[in-house]
């Protein structure tokens, strides 16, 4: 992604008032705010000019929200916070497992949502400066048959490439390059999502549920450690 001197996003949602003032409220916030009105626009305005975050309406025209976020995850970790009136907790997971990287319930304050967005982009930033350390260090990470690479942002199980989320690469990465040091959840929440976690927030524990299913039998090497939280055993 190019470098910019202002920070770019992208609002794909079909409410006419709530579109006007987010993108007011993103504008003052300093941010550069482009918006789209269906799914369809919102892929069109995407591959013209990749923003930095994307904020994402669930139930939108021609494609829905969840569509949209399948196909930017075809060929973007571009971080995507999913905006919606469906407040169920399996609605927030079906999000959450495609790709979301964050979901904030209809109404919202405008206050919460710039607080999520500035979260997200400092969650961006350490990832991509953890990504550049590696990247210097000119070799990807191995533990036993599994290879994680910061350079493509891709990890391989016994040479088959393992479709993660930013979310479960970010904490493979970070557990992978701590490996046998146990991490507390808040401070698993604060590193991966950027923002310090909440009573009853369950964010850590499903993503460590999710990366052991799709780890197999490496998955037993994610270790619950009572009272703490999690690390990666020492040796594979």
């Given at each position: 992604?190019?470098?910019?001197?202002?920070?770019?996003?992208?609002?794909?949602?079909?409410?006419?008032?709530?579109?006007?003032?987010?993108?007011?409220?993103?504008?003052?916030?300093?941010?550069?705010?482009?918006?789209?009105?269906?799914?369809?626009?919102?892929?069109?305005?995407?591959?013209?000019?990749?923003?930095?975050?994307?904020?994402l309406d669930w139930m939108l025209p021609i494609l829905d929200g969840l569509e949209v976020l399948r196909?930017?995850?075809?060929?973007?970790?571009?971080?995507?916070?999913?905006?919606?009136?469906?407040?169920?907790?399996?609605?927030?997971?079906?999000?959450?497992?495609?790709?979301?990287?964050?979901?904030?319930?209809?109404?919202?304050?405008?206050?919460?949502?710039?607080?999520?967005?500035?979260?997200?982009?400092?969650?961006?930033?350490?990832?991509?400066?953890?990504?550049?350390?590696?990247?210097?260090?000119?070799?990807?990470?191995?533990?036993?048959?599994?290879?994680?690479?910061?350079?493509?942002?891709?990890?391989?199980?016994?040479?088959?490439?393992?479709?993660?989320?930013?979310?479960?690469?970010?904490?493979?990465?970070?557990?992978?390059?701590?490996?046998?040091?146990?991490?507390?959840?808040?401070?698993?929440?604060?590193?991966?999502?950027?923002e310090p976690s909440v009573d009853g927030d369950r964010s850590v524990d499903n993503a460590v549920?999710?990366?052991?299913?799709?780890?197999?039998?490496?998955?037993?090497?994610?270790?619950?450690?009572?009272?703490?939280?999690?690390?990666?055993?020492?040796?594979?």
């Amino acid at each position: 992604m190019a470098a910019r001197t202002v920070t770019s996003i992208l609002l794909i949602e079909d409410e006419a008032e709530l579109a006007r003032l987010v993108v007011r409220e993103l504008m003052s916030a300093g941010y550069e705010a482009r918006l789209a009105r269906d799914g369809a626009a919102g892929l069109r305005a995407f591959a013209e000019h990749e923003p930095d975050l994307v904020l994402l309406d669930w139930m939108l025209p021609i494609l829905d929200g969840l569509e949209v976020l399948r196909r930017l995850r075809q060929t973007s970790a571009v971080p995507v916070l999913m905006l919606t009136a469906r407040a169920e907790e399996v609605d927030r997971v079906v999000g959450l497992e495609i790709g979301a990287d964050d979901y904030l319930t209809k109404p919202f304050g405008t206050r919460e949502l710039i607080a999520r967005v500035r979260a997200l982009l400092r969650r961006q930033e350490r990832i991509e400066q953890t990504l550049a350390a590696d990247r210097a260090s000119g070799s990807s990470l191995r533990f036993g048959p599994l290879a994680l690479d910061p350079v493509t942002h891709l990890a391989h199980l016994d040479g088959q490439e393992l479709d993660l989320t930013r979310t479960e690469f970010g904490m493979l990465h970070l557990l992978l390059r701590n490996r046998g040091r146990a991490f507390s959840r808040g401070y698993l929440h604060e590193a991966v999502w950027g923002e310090p976690s909440v009573d009853g927030d369950r964010s850590v524990d499903n993503a460590v549920f999710r990366l052991r299913k799709k780890l197999g039998a490496l998955g037993d090497t994610i270790q619950t450690v009572w009272g703490v939280g999690y690390r990666l055993r020492p040796r594979s």
